[in-house]
Structures are given as structure tokens and as C-alpha cells.
T-cell receptor, first 115, second 113 residues
Framework: AQKVTQAQTEISVVEKEDVTLDCVYE???????LFWYKQPPSGELVFLIR??????QNEISGRYSWNFQKSTSSFNFTITASQVVDSAVYFC????????????FGAGTTVTVRA | DVKVTQSSRYLVKRTGEKVFLECVQD?????MFWYRQDPGLGLRLIYF???????EKGDIPEGYSVSREKKERFSLILESASTNQTSMYLC????????????FGDGTRLSIL
């Protein structure tokens, strides 16, 4: 079975604050992929990043950074110097080699950035 | 850019009606998916398709069926709509294997009265 847990339901910050979104996953597979998606109020899910199970390098893309730690089964996402446009629902998702690569999503974290 | 188009943003139907949700993609992707999104539950997979005329059940297929007669179009069918099918429905496509990201449409917010 696969499972993705996003324990934070909602996070509210003031603009320019940093915000970290937690994602913990469960899998017995040795080959798997982790994803983050952003869903702005318009509704469309936007792909942000993919990480495979063999690559534990952290990644930074502009104000976004991701911390993948296999030892704790976590794939956390940090937005630095948040902006109002970052307000959205963020989903972490897992696909496994042994499960036909179907995506399992966490419940999502709603981020509200106040001006 | 991949374009995934869902036929309606908002839809209101009555209990017992047969409802069709359409999804069209313009990038020749083999794989297409239907999800429903409910608060606190994230996205749950209803059905998916690896190729024309092929379909596989997802995690919550009960009460739904799908049709894929052409590669670019994947339809979700509610055979007899019920109020517990009120939800946001999202279509997605994927090129290649599961290590590739899925690309989503804007969603259809369906209300069953």
C-alpha cells in the first residue's frame, strides 16, 4: 500500500515569511517517484517538481526548495520570501514502480499569504 | 505546452440523470486519468486509460464508467448521478511511464441536486 501524509491542513503567513510544507510517504517499493503540485484558486493543478527514489539531492528553483530525506520518508517543500501569488493548495504525490505508477496524493495543504 | 481541456467548469445536474464529463488533450499522450477531489481527501483516482479503448479501474470506480474511443478524448460517465457524486472532477494526461508528471485540466465542479 502507498500513502502520502500532509499533516498541515492550512498555513497562513504574512508576505515575505518563509513557509515549509511537510510531506511524509509510505512505500515498500525501492523505485518510486515523488511530486509536488500547486493548485491556485483557478483550479488547475500545476506540476512543480519530480524526485526519484535514487536521487536524494535537494533542489532549489528560485524561491522554491525541496528537501528529500529517505531516512525519514519525507519530501518537504519550502517557499522562501512568500508572495501573495503563492496562495494555493499544494499537493504531494507518490507513484510506485510496483503500482503501475498510479499517483497517490496527500490531502493537500492550503497556503494563504497575506499582504 | 500541454493543453488539457475539460468541457465544463461548472455543471449542475439532478439525481438520477446520466452525466457526461469530457476531457480532450492536444499532445498525443497515451495515458489519461480521471480524479475526483474532495476537501480533506486530496485527489482520488476513478479510472485511467493507457490507450484507445483500454480502461482500468482506479481506487473509487463505483458509480462511474469511462469511454476512450479516440486517443485525445477521455469521457467520464455517471450512469445515474447521486448527491454523493457532487465534487470537483479533474482530468489528467501523461506521456510515457509513471516517472513522468501528469498534466491536469482546470477541473469541472459538478453539483448533483
Amino acid at each position: 500500500a502507498q500513502k502520502v501524509t500532509q499533516a498541515q491542513t492550512e498555513i497562513s503567513v504574512v508576505e515575505k515569511e518563509d513557509v515549509t510544507l511537510d510531506c511524509v510517504y509510505e512505500t515498500r517499493d525501492t523505485t518510486y517517484y515523488l511530486f509536488w503540485y500547486k493548485q491556485p484558486p483557478s483550479g488547475e493543478l500545476v506540476f512543480l517538481i519530480r524526485r526519484n527514489s535514487f536521487d536524494e539531492q535537494n533542489e532549489i528553483s528560485g524561491r522554491y526548495s525541496w528537501n528529500f530525506q529517505k531516512s525519514t520518508s519525507s519530501f518537504n517543500f519550502t517557499i522562501t520570501a512568500s508572495q501573495v501569488v503563492d496562495s494555493a493548495v499544494y499537493f504531494c504525490a507518490l507513484s510506485e514502480n510496483d503500482n503501475d505508477y498510479k499517483l497517490s496524493f496527500g490531502a493537500g495543504t492550503t497556503v494563504t499569504v497575506r499582504a | 505546452d500541454v493543453k488539457v481541456t475539460q468541457s465544463s467548469r461548472y455543471l449542475v445536474k439532478r439525481t438520477g440523470e446520466k452525466v457526461f464529463l469530457e476531457c480532450v488533450q492536444d499532445m498525443d499522450h497515451e495515458n489519461m486519468f480521471w480524479y475526483r477531489q474532495d476537501p480533506g481527501l486530496g485527489l482520488r483516482l476513478i479510472y485511467f486509460s493507457y490507450d484507445v479503448k483500454m480502461k482500468e479501474k482506479g481506487d473509487i470506480p463505483e458509480g462511474y464508467s469511462v469511454s476512450r474511443e479516440k486517443k485525445e478524448r477521455f469521457s467520464l460517465i455517471l450512469e445515474s448521478a447521486s448527491t454523493n457524486q457532487t465534487s470537483m472532477y479533474l482530468c489528467a494526461t501523461r506521456q510515457g511511464a509513471g516517472n513522468q508528471p501528469q498534466h491536469f485540466g482546470d477541473g469541472t465542479r459538478l453539483s448533483i441536486l
